[in-house]
């Protein structure tokens, strides 16, 4: 049976190891993630029988005239992979970012991401290089999502509009102009 929960007690402690187990040093931001307030950020674990399987960490911030969710991290146990478990903690994150107001979902990846970025697209993401969502979006749109996603070192960043009706993403971030 599988089951997504908030991440608390042993189950932080889960969500920091496998942080360091999948993204190196960079678990470190996860572990930070932990602190901070439920007003704008949540820790989601899977469960699979009661036993922790995967994580996803999301946040909320104002960006480019929106509300941007941010799927922060998104990690699951190795010998999980090619079961969907991603796609579950990703639609979760979207649930959960759609509670604290989110109007667009992001999420940022390096391109040598094959699993995730086909993920992603296969979710309704718009993966695009940053130079492509610079022609989209704008400069300075560009620099205030790199800013608020942390994205600085990706290459790719996956932007969908959430809410209903689903819009496009230039209506969906409205302080965006695209370059003429």
Same mark, same amino acid.
């Not at 932990?34 to 950020?41: D, I, K």
């Not at 941010?70 to 999980?80: A, D, E, M, T």
């Not at 759609?98 to 296969?122: F, H, K, P, Q, W």
């Given at each position: 049976?599988?089951?997504?929960?908030?991440?608390?007690?042993?189950?932080?402690?889960?969500?920091?190891?496998?942080?360091?187990?999948?993204?190196?040093?960079?678990?470190?931001?996860?572990?930070?993630?932990?602190?901070?307030?439920?007003?704008?950020?949540?820790?989601?674990?899977?469960?699979?029988?009661?036993?922790?399987? $995967?994580?996803?960490?999301?946040?909320?911030?104002?960006?480019?005239?929106?509300?941007?969710?941010?799927?922060?991290?998104?990690?699951?146990?190795?010998?999980?992979?090619?079961?969907?478990?991603?796609?579950?903690?990703?639609?979760?994150?979207?649930?959960?970012?759609?509670?604290? $107001?989110?109007?667009?979902?992001?999420?940022?990846?390096?391109?040598?991401?094959?699993?995730?970025?086909?993920?992603?697209?296969?979710?309704?993401?718009?993966?695009?290089?940053?130079?492509?969502?610079?022609?989209?979006?704008?400069?300075?749109?560009?620099?205030?999502?790199?800013?608020?996603?942390?994205?600085?070192?990706?290459?790719?960043?996956?932007?969908?509009?959430?809410?209903?009706?689903?819009?496009?993403?230039?209506?969906?971030?409205?302080?965006?102009?695209?370059?003429?």
């Amino acid at each position: 049976m599988l089951e997504v929960v908030e991440a608390r007690g042993r189950l932080r402690d889960f969500v920091v190891r496998l942080a360091y187990e999948l993204f190196g040093g960079e678990g470190y931001w996860v572990e930070v993630g932990l602190g901070w307030s439920r007003r704008w950020a949540r820790t989601l674990v899977l469960l699979e029988d009661r036993e922790p399987v $995967g994580f996803a960490q999301v946040y909320v911030w104002p960006c480019c005239g929106a509300m941007l969710g941010v799927h922060h991290y998104v990690g699951v146990v190795p010998s999980r992979w090619g079961r969907g478990y991603g796609k579950l903690l990703i639609a979760s994150g979207e649930e959960v970012m759609d509670e604290m $107001g989110a109007e667009v979902y992001s999420a940022t990846l390096s391109a040598s991401n094959a699993r995730s970025r086909g993920m992603l697209e296969a979710m309704g993401y718009r993966v695009m290089w940053w130079n492509e969502a610079e022609k989209l979006l704008g400069r300075e749109c560009v620099e205030e999502l790199e800013y608020v996603t942390g994205g600085y070192t990706d290459d790719l960043v996956a932007l969908k509009p959430g809410g209903c009706p689903p819009r496009r993403l230039e209506e969906a971030l409205p302080a965006c102009r695209p370059r003429v």
